[in-house]
């Protein structure tokens, strides 16, 4: 099970830090990583972090603003959101995969959570 937490309002260029707590299974078998979805738009991908946590990958229209990581012996991954913009209001999901890499396809990944709101807006 995974249950995101830490969405909300934030006004544009602010920050936000979404977690997602897993639970059930030994964390550090899974990649993990996150994906959003806008109104009337298709679950995109964000970011992805490997097994160990030491390999991270970002879309372009969020590297240099979001940092993923995570922490095995909480089963916790977390989504720090720097310089928000209104483009980045949608809800977010924690994902995870029991292959080595995260896919950025959505289909391909393995687990859900239900999804975080996060509303940029002044």
């Known amino acids: 099970q995974l249950v995101e937490s830490g969405g909300g309002l934030v006004q544009p260029g602010g920050s936000l830090r979404l977690s997602c707590a897993a639970s059930?299974?030994?964390?550090?078998?899974?990649?993990m990583g996150w994906f959003r979805q806008a109104p009337g738009k298709g679950r995109e991908f964000v970011a992805r972090?490997?097994?160990?946590?030491?390999?991270?990958y970002y879309a372009d229209s969020v590297k240099g603003r979001f940092t993923i990581s995570r922490d095995n012996a909480k089963n916790t991954v977390f989504l720090q959101m720097n310089s928000l913009k209104a483009e980045d209001t949608a809800v977010y999901y924690c994902?995870?995969?029991?292959?080595?890499?995260?896919?950025?396809?959505?289909?391909?990944?393995?687990?859900w959570g239900q999804g975080t709101q996060v509303t940029v807006s002044s």
């Open positions: 994902a995870a995969s029991e292959s080595v890499l995260l896919s950025t396809a959505p289909s391909r990944n393995d687990y």
């Open positions: 059930g299974r030994t964390f550090s078998n899974y990649a």
């Open positions: 972090i490997n097994r160990s946590g030491d390999g991270t």
